[in-house]
């Protein structure tokens, strides 16, 4: 029999969805299950979205679309980038992909050769390992504890960038843990940037409308302009619009970087489909009172969730102030039992809590930090108390 290629062996399925459909098959077995696993942000767009989607429904001519995106919702992104004191690019310096999860794979086979350097810090969302792992690239992990709040320190960024990575890959506000750098903290790491121009920057900030407590969003270009020619910015219409099943995401950064991801659609997808397009025009320049509401309300339980955790002896939690996450450090577990069963690990925690008390998390390793677990607090506003009481009452039984 013909072998696979090599590169499958290095190709892993997702951790976070791995963890979901145990929920599924629990459920589906009659169990009483709360998913905090999944970060799918649980709203449905507005219904100027639907309009646009049926109006573009009744108009489909069945042709092929264009490889970078159409006109209309380029348009539509450099305006809702300029919102946010991202301003003066063009439709050639933009690109869309089938999420940010394929534009973030394009830009590693557009930026990375095998064995460049891929640095980024821990921890990080799944797929930054898993794309890296694919493409051969010499990942580079950037620990931030949460002795640290989960943050990069200049001079940290400063020894990663000295060993020149071909790509440095930033992501705030984070998932998984929600932390959110502020506008001091993001020119401080501007500058040290600043000293390394071999580098590529992408800033895979999906997040940049869900930032609480009057925080902001901040970028690096805010803080240095002259990081243009290789900052990439990426961003997503599944997590503030309620629209992951929609799959578009959309870049800006150098017009030849820009290109080389439109050349590599016009190899993998072609195009967008332009229904999905035309809802992300109206999801992007229409009104924007369900996602500010929804930022709102996640804001609120976050709180509840915090409140929560900080009920429970031993487990530390850095606040966080964006997305939609808690990533507390739950080691306080580690060498106890539940039950008769042994907690040596993450894993063997977020097994033994959806076992015993029919809540799914996501181990903190899956992460790169396994002293931790992911809560994503999405789940319908009745679940969340009883989920978090569950959540309680598990680490008051451990012995």
Request: charged residues 20%; hydrophobic residues 40%; proline residues 8%.
């Amino acid at each position: 029999m013909p072998q696979l290629a090599r590169r499958i062996g290095r190709a892993k399925p997702s951790a976070i969805m791995q963890v979901a459909e145990k929920a599924k098959r629990l459920k589906a077995e009659g169990r009483d299950i709360i998913s905090f696993s999944i970060g799918v942000p649980n709203f449905l767009p507005g219904e100027h979205v639907y309009a646009a989607a049926r109006e573009a429904l009744d108009k489909d001519s069945g042709q092929y679309g264009s490889n970078r995106g159409a006109d209309a919702l380029l348009d539509a992104f450099i305006a809702h980038m300029a919102e946010i004191g991202l301003t003066g690019y063009t439709r050639a310096n933009c690109a869309t992909g089938v999420g940010a999860k394929h534009l973030i794979y394009n830009l590693a086979e557009a930026l990375l050769d095998e064995g460049d350097g891929f640095a980024f810090p821990t921890p990080y969302w799944t797929s930054y390992l898993d794309v890296g792992e694919i493409v051969n690239a010499d990942i580079q992990l950037l620990p931030c504890p949460p002795e640290r709040d989960y943050k990069l320190t200049p001079a940290q960024l400063d020894a990663a960038l000295a060993k020149k990575p071909r790509v440095f890959l930033f992501n705030n506000p984070s998932n998984p843990t929600g932390m959110v750098y502020t506008r001091d903290e993001i020119a401080a790491l501007a500058d040290v940037i600043v000293k390394y121009p071999e580098t590529w920057i992408i800033t895979d900030d999906i997040y940049n409308r869900m930032v609480f407590d009057g925080v902001g969003y901040h970028n690096f270009l805010h803080a240095r302009p002259e990081l243009r020619d290789r900052v990439i910015f990426l961003d997503s219409l599944s997590k503030t619009y309620g629209m992951p099943g929609w799959r578009l995401g959309l870049m800006a950064g150098p017009e030849e970087v820009a290109q080389a991801v439109t050349t590599l659609n016009s190899n993998h997808i072609t195009n967008v489909p332009e229904i999905v397009g035309a809802a992300g025009v109206a999801a992007l320049s229409g009104p924007q009172d369900v996602p500010q509401q929804k930022c709102a309300e996640f804001q609120a339980k976050r709180d509840q969730v915090m409140a929560v955790l900080a009920e429970i002896p031993g487990v530390v939690c850095p606040r966080p102030q964006g997305a939609f996450y808690v990533f507390p450090d739950v080691s306080v577990a580690f060498g106890k039992s539940h039950g008769g069963k042994p907690i040596a690990n993450d894993i063997d925690l977020c097994s033994a809590l959806l076992e015993a008390k029919g809540v799914a998390c996501v181990p903190g390793s899956a992460f790169g930090e396994p002293r931790a677990l992911r809560i994503s607090y999405t789940c319908p506003t009745p679940q969340l108390a009883p989920g978090l009481q569950r959540i309680r009452e598990f680490f008051a039984e451990l012995a």
